[in-house]
């Protein structure tokens, strides 16, 4: 290759002066990027999993919900972003394609009643859903746990059995993308039917009072009556970051790591 007097390149196969080149403005088109990663709710349509929804949402993923009843009667236009399956995790055989091209479970999948049902629903139902997401190959699975409520452990006990059943499960199959929230009460909006109902009403200054009064938390028996409140907003923002965060730590997050944790821009 030579250089002409005008500084050009010429080029010597071809003995042709190089055109230079033409930049031609591309139109710029505001298209987001298809998302790369999928979030499957499980209790998508109850109080958490709601917020949940909406928060993965706003943070660009795929989302899916899974639950008995399917489809959220809500009428908000977000909703109609979330692929609402209709699946009962106690029922094997029946649900699991829900899990296809998943990255990341998150199951607010628990309730109240009898013992044995109360067992059922917050224990074996987790735990037929961590083992098909781990058979599926799905990286990270978080749960939705609940606090030690200390005396009051004896009367439920269905519920807190079923809770450490399946956060025992969740640590072996997920030992490295497994992360368990344990918040207290959480408070909110809670839609029953049309009606919201504000919950923030009581767990708010609730909070504020408990937070200051963290020692207590420490007193045998009744101590774990004295875990503040936390919001539905900071439990959601926790799960989604917990389920797309590659650093986010495995393991066991309380009510003051979920506080800690919703402060912090990721
Ligand atoms: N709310 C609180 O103050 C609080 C405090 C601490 C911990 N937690 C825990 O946080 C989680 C979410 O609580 P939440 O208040 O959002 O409860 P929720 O409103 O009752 O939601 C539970 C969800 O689980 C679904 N579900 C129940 N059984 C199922 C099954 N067999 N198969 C598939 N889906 C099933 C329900 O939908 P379908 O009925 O349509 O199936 C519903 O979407 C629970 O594990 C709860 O124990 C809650």
């Not at 199951?107 to 049902?117: D, H, K, P, Q, T």
Request: hydrophobic share 40%.
């Amino acid at each position: 290759m030579a250089v002409s007097n005008s500084g050009r390149y010429l080029s010597t196969d071809s003995k042709k002066v190089d055109e230079p080149f033409k930049v031609e403005e591309a139109e710029t088109v505001n298209v987001p990027p298809p998302p790369t990663e999928k979030l499957l709710v499980l209790g998508g349509n109850g109080f958490v999993g709601l917020h949940i929804c909406k928060e993965a949402l706003d943070h660009g993923l795929a989302v899916a919900s899974l639950s008995r009843s399917g489809r959220s009667s809500i009428q908000d236009s977000w909703a109609s972003n979330v692929s609402w399956h209709q699946g009962n995790l106690l029922s094997p055989g029946s649900w699991e394609d829900a899990l296809d091209g998943v990255t990341a479970v998150i199951s607010c999948v628990g309730g109240f009643g009898s013992n044995s049902y109360m067992y059922k629903i917050n224990g074996t139902a987790n735990i037929n859903a961590i083992r098909a997401a781990s058979d599926k190959g799905v990286k990270r699975f978080v749960y939705i746990s609940a606090a030690d409520f200390g005396l009051a452990n004896y009367l439920l006990q269905g519920y807190y059995e079923g809770k450490k059943a399946a956060e025992a499960e969740l640590l072996i199959k997920f030992p490295y993308g497994g992360v368990i929230l344990r918040p207290g009460f959480i408070y909110g909006t809670r839609r029953v039917g049309s009606v919201k109902l504000p919950l923030g009403v009581i767990g708010s200054p609730l909070e504020m009072v408990l937070q200051r009064t963290r020692p207590l938390n420490q007193l045998p028996l009744i101590g774990p009556l004295f875990t503040p409140p936390v919001n539905v907003t900071s439990v959601a923002k926790v799960a989604v970051r917990a389920a797309t965060d590659p650093v986010f730590p495995p393991g066991i997050v309380d009510v003051y790591g979920i506080q800690r944790y919703s402060q912090k821009k990721y």
